[in-house]
């Protein structure tokens, strides 16, 4: 997940950590 740019990179690895944490739930 590269959208937010080098600025928001931190930002974007949280977030696409929490997504996959999310999926990984809705899944289980």
Request: aromatic share 10%.
């Amino acid at each position: 997940m590269e959208w937010l740019g080098t600025e928001g990179q931190g930002i974007s690895e949280t977030i696409e950590t929490t997504l996959w944490v999310a999926t990984w739930l809705v899944i289980l």
